[in-house]
Structures are given as C-alpha cells and as structure tokens.
C-alpha cells in the first residue's frame, strides 16, 4: 500500500511545479525531467540536510526500493548517508516520472512536442490528480 502522505507530497510538488509552464513545449518523454529539474539543479528539495535525513527516515522502506531501482535505471545513486539531500532528489526523480509517465497526455505524446496552453495543462493536472488516485503501490 502507498504511503498516502508522500503520494500527495509528489502530487502536490508536481503540480506545484506546473504552475509555471504555462505556454512551454515540451516532449512528453522529457516532461518528468523539466518539472524536476530545479530540484536537480540545486541539488536539495528544501535546502535542507536535516529535512532530508528526517524524510528518508520517514520513507525508509521505500527508499531501500528506490535506491536499488535507481542504481539499476542509472547507474549511479547517492549514498543517503553521506549525502542525504542528493539522495532525495534522486528519490523525487523517480517518484515524479512513476506519476508523470502514466499519464495519457504523455503517454501520447511521448515522442511528440506539447504545447503547455491553458486548456491542454490543466488536462495534465487532471491526469496527474487520477494517476494518483488510483496509485496503490509506488513500485509500479
């Protein structure tokens, strides 16, 4: 069973994300990299080690999950120990494409540009909000 807290935490981190790509193209394959790629770019999702450390310890099953599944998708996944802020990053990464890649927008489009309008964002944000609902394990 997911944990629902953290599913809403992702949701609401992606759609907060969103609110600022309105009138975007994006391909549908690179949609789950743009919406993280502030996170990735300052290396921490709220500048915060302790924060970090609390949060993996709050999610500690399923970091186990995630830090294999990321070795294995990329070869590469930091040490939640050492550095703790990198590692839920990487962690959001994960969790923001397993949500963002079931949807049928991007489904769709996974090879194709996609203008961000209005109509076609808030389509997005409605198939974020029902990939969630239905979202009943994390490890799809």
Do not use: H
């Amino acid at each position: 069973m997911a944990n629902n807290n953290l599913k809403n935490e992702i949701k609401e981190f992606i759609l907060d994300e969103l609110e600022g790509y309105e009138d975007k193209e994006v391909y549908g394959c690179d949609l789950s990299w743009e919406i993280t790629m502030n996170i990735n770019n300052t290396g921490s999702v709220n500048c915060s080690s302790y924060l970090a450390k609390e949060w993996i310890k709050e999610n500690f099953d399923l970091c186990g999950d995630l830090y294999q599944q990321i070795a294995y998708n990329y070869g590469y996944v930091a040490n939640p120990f050492e550095s703790p802020e990198t590692f839920q990053v990487q962690c959001y990464i994960e969790l923001v494409k397993r949500i963002v890649d079931e949807c049928k927008l991007v489904k769709d489009n996974w090879n194709e540009s996609i203008t961000l309008d209005k109509e076609t964002l808030q389509t997005l944000k409605d198939q974020i909000e029902s990939v969630c609902e239905k979202l009943d394990d994390w490890l799809l």
